[in-house]
């Protein structure tokens, strides 16, 4: 199959299937939204946006979980040390100049790199190693090569184009 073109947040992105993302499980609140896709701008670090392929306007800022201190012990249906991403914590961006960036930390998004799926995973606080404050990227993983070619590479957009 050929790479299609999509209509994201960051303006138009090429990708591939293997690039395309299914949830397993939907996402709360978005139960109607199944396709997403990983984009990254190199200038926003370790930041991901998960974007829907299917509303161009919703996108979700992720990180790795290890780079806001966060690890998750695992369950008797799931220890997600076993995927090949590491589980990503959605990200609160502040909404005004000197707020902390905040994350939700027992609810991480994990990723089944061979079957293409994520899903939102809710843990038990006693299951949550760490307390969610900003550690930086070097305490993240290291990237498996599986999980870093499904991400998209994009250039942020200039500011005339988003309307600004």
Do not use: K, N
């Not at 990983?38 to 800022?61: C, Y």
Request: hydrophobic share 50%.
């Amino acid at each position: 199959m050929t790479a299609q073109v999509f209509a994201t947040r960051l303006g138009l992105v090429e990708v591939a299937a293997h690039q395309r993302w299914t949830c397993s499980q939907p996402l709360a609140g978005f139960e109607e939204l199944r396709e997403f896709v990983l984009l990254h701008v190199a200038s926003q670090g370790p930041f991901l946006w998960l974007q829907s392929l299917e509303l161009p306007e919703l996108a979700f800022v992720l990180c790795d979980a290890a780079c806001f201190g966060l690890r998750y012990a695992p369950t008797p249906d799931l220890d997600p040390a076993g995927l090949q991403a590491p589980p990503c914590v959605l990200v609160v961006l502040p909404s005004a100049p000197g707020e902390q960036l905040r994350v939700h930390a027992q609810a991480p998004v994990l990723f089944d790199v061979a079957a293409a799926s994520l899903r939102q995973q809710v843990f038990e606080p006693e299951l949550v190693a760490g307390d969610g404050a900003w550690v930086g990227p070097s305490a993240c993983a290291a990237v498996d090569p599986g999980w870093a070619e499904r991400i998209i590479e994009v250039q942020p957009l200039a500011p005339a184009a988003r309307g600004a």
